[in-house]
């Protein structure tokens, strides 16, 4: 099992910063890829950003591309999502997740998720 907690969401004005972390514990090394999602009210869960660690290919939604960054800390088995350039639409819960190497093909592996609020 790999346990997975989300940080660092909070209410920012429109055209700053956040950046949102993720950490791992349990069977970390099953992992192969992570993937940060989020979901707005009223809305369906989507995907914004996205990373396979063999080779290091990384893929982020047309919304978010050069705003958002994924990263990993492999030390402290944490990962991140840097925010710029903020903007309304961006307000939802958003979601860690990680595929396993037992796994589906599918993300295994979610946290509870994290506010982010953007004020306009």
């Known amino acids: 099992q790999v346990q997975l907690v989300e940080s660092g969401g909070g209410l920012v004005q429109a055209g700053g910063s956040l950046r949102l972390s993720c950490a791992a514990s349990?069977?970390?090394?099953?992992?192969?890829?992570m993937g940060w999602f989020r979901q707005a009210p009223g809305k369906e869960r989507e995907f914004v950003a996205g990373s396979i660690w063999s080779g290091g290919s990384t893929n982020y939604a047309d919304s978010v591309k050069g705003r958002f960054t994924i990263s990993r800390d492999n030390a402290n088995n944490t990962w991140y999502l840097e925010m710029n350039s903020l903007k309304p639409e961006d307000t939802a819960i958003y979601y860690c997740a990680a595929k396993s190497i037992y796994g589906t093909g599918r993300y295994d592996y979610w946290g509870q998720g994290t506010q982010v609020t953007v004020s306009s």
């Open positions: 349990g069977r970390t090394s099953s992992t192969y890829a």
